[in-house]
């Protein structure tokens, strides 16, 4: 009896062990239903416990566990709906199949369809995607372009440091020649091209996804972007209903605070999301102080299976102290206060006064239409509007605002306000002599966007459409702050018509205008075509657009009012590009690209003097370009290598001279000028466990200038040759980006919610910005100074957690993390070295953390 129940112990023993050890094995693979893709990086975790995995290159995971009974596997991405799975964890392998995972968004896959985002092994450009889960981890405190700098081709910096007031460079090209997007609507200036980041200063927190397409882009409208195009997708409506809120901190006194809330998708086809936030601090660079708020909000209504529309509104009020001019290495030396020296400022009875400050609001609204006309015609159509209202703060009159070091109107570094402020009330009647004015930019820009697409056949698909854009912008200068005085004198303007409002001086007090005021009026009509071609491994597509921009200028200070509206000034341009991608199997894949692009003028280029005459030599800038590129992937390596070859002939350039015993200046169009800009970029994601993730990026570009422009005549307004011109470029490199650029970044799975990470950015071969007209002789055709190499290391952590009822996330980023001091930005001086280059110092260690929870 005894041996019988010994044994029986001992059976049951054993049976326990064993099952303790026993191991469960989940498989599956995970799958983006809406576009067929496998998700790289989901998250697959046993609830209530941090055992967990990570999907791989082709969405297949693997989770072991010596968990037994019954539990809930949960499978999430960032922009997916969760999915909870009961499992019954026995010691066997559960094969869960192809698990399809929904977007977390109503209407994104007819967005996308507007904002033409590019298919990865299918679409023949080079592109990076930053998803948001990055932009979770990565952002912090950083400014939003800021986040690219580990994208091949980029170089972006905070420029002068103040909230929103961060640059970025594509391949070479600033701004004006980068198509920036927002859901498919361009967002570029209509008469300048240029992109204010600190008026989208609240665009991170409603970003979803963020693709920048180098080069020639995917985009079908008519947007002729040389450098590449950043193509923005912000939230749709969430398909669940539910929210979140969040609070950040981060250096020098950052706080931010925000939420948003859904009521997901009704019975009856309605949707609404909105979401808002409130961000300020101190900035990292004096007297960069700020405040800005945020808000978006959308509705959707999904009327029947074929009709849909979308209402969204964005936009981010904020103003903040700006640091505007570039200072020599000795000015941040002598300042005592380093790299975070601000030469525009001051204090006034004590507290700080800034001579430049930004404000503007610049909200955004769209309607979206989305008509199923059948299983052959989608018509997809959005009319927006933007108005924008705001400006900026300068000195004007006598000059006691120079960032000079050494001038009188300056105390320990700063400039000294008070004294300005006595000297003012001192002239007593004779009104003030040095005041700050507003420059203020209003405008009002409509638009609408069509796209009709016909499917063909089951390869053959046409897409095209209509964009029509109405822009009016308004520019003058307003009197801000008197600074003591009772009213300021307007000069007389020396251009102005005799009996026009600016052609005699008059006492001015706050808010009245002065010295400009002025409308700039555009038009844009397009059309635009595509057709593409998608069998099997293969797939090609050739677009076309032409495009109609039409300016005028209406000056109601300088000229009478019958005089004030210029005729309108019209140019036609036109883009044509094509490729191919081919997948020779389900490892490699090639492509090809080639476009050719004729842009039209900016209205500066066409009004160059500032007054209303106009500039009828002005011709379009033309731009040529081949890519070819490799893309692999497979479980352990996704990489990509592209090279790319792009031409930029006649960029618009205006020299003068002023002939010998002449007191007038007389100028002319340059023609001729060119630019070959062309180099090679790699990236890589390699994932040696699912633990585990390593990223690489690196990017060689040589950017030159490629011509001489020699024996251009000045003419005078007889017509009679006045001067010459002479422009050695060839062979000068082009300014103000690195031409080399690196990155590797890490990132590990320490536990299910637990990741950690790091990067590393190097910067090379910076040549300082410098004005090309400048190289008017031989022996000045020579690099501009070219700026010290700098390597910076990030570190970030991410802890996602169950918080009661709720999830909840935890986010902790630190730039910078030696403190290297290192220039970012620079403007060649007159020995092209160090002594004489006027700079900014990019920002030391700055950090930041967040708590987010979601209900």
Not at 10 to 31: F, R, W
Not at 799 to 804: N, V
């Amino acid at each position: 009896m005894k041996k019988a129940i010994l044994l029986l112990l001992c059976t049951l023993l054993s049976q326990l062990m064993y099952a303790q050890e026993a191991t469960t094995i989940i498989k599956g693979t995970v799958i983006e239903k809406e576009i067929d893709q496998p998700v790289i990086g989901a998250s697959i975790i046993i609830k209530g416990t941090t055992t967990g995995t990570t999907s791989d290159f082709d969405g297949n995971f693997a989770l072991k566990s010596n968990t037994t009974g019954t539990a809930t596997v949960v499978i999430s991405f960032v922009g997916l709906q969760s999915i909870e799975t009961e499992v019954d964890f026995n010691g066997a392998t559960v094969e869960m199949g192809e698990i399809y995972m929904e977007s977390d968004a109503i209407g994104l896959a007819e967005v996308e369809v507007v904002a033409s985002v590019a298919v990865d092994r299918k679409t023949p450009v080079a592109v990076s995607t930053v998803k948001p889960e990055v932009l979770e981890e990565k952002l912090g405190t950083q400014e939003f372009p800021e986040i690219l700098k580990s994208t091949p081709g980029v170089y972006a910096t905070k420029s002068g440091g103040g909230f929103g007031d961060s640059r970025i460079n594509l391949r070479g090209f600033s701004s004006e020649n980068i198509a920036v997007m927002i859901n498919g609507v361009p967002v570029n200036d209509m008469e300048n091209g240029a992109v204010y980041w600190s008026n989208w200063a609240g665009l991170s927190d409603v970003t979803r996804t963020m693709q920048v397409q180098r080069g020639l882009g995917a985009s079908k409208v008519a947007v002729p972007s040389v450098g590449g195009t950043i193509n923005i997708l912000t939230r749709t409506t969430d398909a669940k209903k539910g929210g979140s809120v969040y609070y950040g901190i981060g250096n020098n006194n950052y706080n931010k605070i925000a939420f948003t809330a859904s009521t997901g998708k009704t019975e009856n086809g309605w949707a609404i999301t909105v979401s808002g936030a409130k961000t300020t601090g101190n900035g990292f660079v004096d007297a960069t102080q700020f405040e800005g708020y945020s808000y978006f909000a959308n509705v959707s209504k999904e009327i029947n299976a074929q009709h849909q529309l979308s209402f969204t509104v964005f936009g981010a009020p904020q103003v903040h102290g700006q640091r505007s001019n570039k200072l020599n290495l000795l000015d941040y030396q002598e300042s005592g206060r380093g790299i975070k020296f601000n030469g525009d400022w001051g204090y006034r009875n004590g507290e700080v006064f800034n001579i430049r400050e930004n404000y503007y609001h610049k909200p955004q609204m769209s309607l979206n239409w989305y008509y199923n006309i059948n299983d052959k015609l989608d018509l997809a159509t959005v009319v927006y509007a933007s108005i924008g209202r705001g400006g900026g703060s300068r000195g004007v009159g006598v000059d006691k605002f120079s960032p000079n070091w050494s001038s009188p109107y300056r105390r320990d570094g700063v400039i000294d306000i008070d004294r300005i402020v006595d000297e003012n009330v001192a002239l007593g009647r004779q009104g003030s002599e040095s005041i700050i004015v507003n420059g203020v930019n209003n405008h009002q820009w409509y638009g609408g966007l069509s796209t009709l697409t016909a499917t063909f056949s089951d390869y053959i698909t046409f897409t095209g459409g209509l964009d029509i854009r109405y822009y009016e912008g308004n520019h003058y200068r307003e009197v801000k702050d008197l600074l003591g005085g009772q009213f300021y004198m307007d000069p007389a303007l020396s251009g102005a018509e005799a009996g026009a409002p600016g052609s005699f001086a008059r006492p001015s007090k706050v808010g009245d205008k002065v010295e400009y005021n002025n409308d700039g009026l555009v038009w844009w009509q397009a059309l635009f075509a595509q057709a593409e071609y998608s069998k099997d491994a293969l797939s090609a597509f050739v677009s076309a657009s032409i495009s109609n921009q039409s300016f005028q200028r209406i000056d109601y200070l300088q000229y009478r009012p019958e005089n004030q509206a210029t005729d309108w000034q019209s140019f036609f341009g036109y883009n044509i590009k094509g490729g191919a991608n081919y997948n020779l199997n389900e490892n490699h894949n090639v492509f090809v690209n080639a476009g050719y692009f004729s842009r039209q003028p900016f209205f500066n280029s066409v009004w160059p003097t500032y007054t209303n005459d106009t500039n009828t030599g002005v011709v379009n800038e033309k731009a040529l370009s081949f890519e070819v590129g490799y893309g692999y992937r497979s479980k352990l390596v996704s990489g990509n290598v592209n090279l790319y070859h792009t031409t930029w002939k006649d960029k618009y350039y205006r020299a003068s001279v002023r002939p010998d015993n002449s007191s007038e200046t007389f100028s002319a169009n340059i023609p001729g000028i060119d630019a070959l800009h062309m180099g090679v970029e790699l990236d890589l994601v390699i994932r040696p466990t699912d633990k585990l993730n390593i990223t690489a990026m690196f990017s060689y570009g040589d950017w030159k200038w490629n011509s001489d422009v020699l024996g251009v005549p000045i003419l005078d307004n007889t017509q009679q040759v006045v001067g010459e011109v002479d422009i050695y470029a060839k062979g000068v490199h082009v300014g103000d980006a690195a031409q080399t650029t690196g990155a590797i970044g890490v990132s590990y799975l320490v536990l299910g919610g637990l990741k950690v990470g790091a990067d590393w950015n190097i910067a090379d071969r910076l040549y300082a910005n410098f004005n090309v007209t400048q190289l008017d002789s031989p022996e000045k055709s020579v690099d501009s100074w070219q700026v010290p190499t700098y390597n910076l290391f990030d570190l970030f952590a991410s802890y996602k957690f169950p918080m009661g009822p709720f999830d909840a996330s935890l986010n902790a980023k630190v730039n910078n993390v030696g403190n290297v001091k290192y220039v970012s930005d620079a403007f060649d001086g007159s020995t092209h070295d160090y002594q004489t280059a006027q700079v900014f110092y990019g920002a030391g260690t700055t950090w930041s953390t967040s708590l987010k929870v979601q209900f």
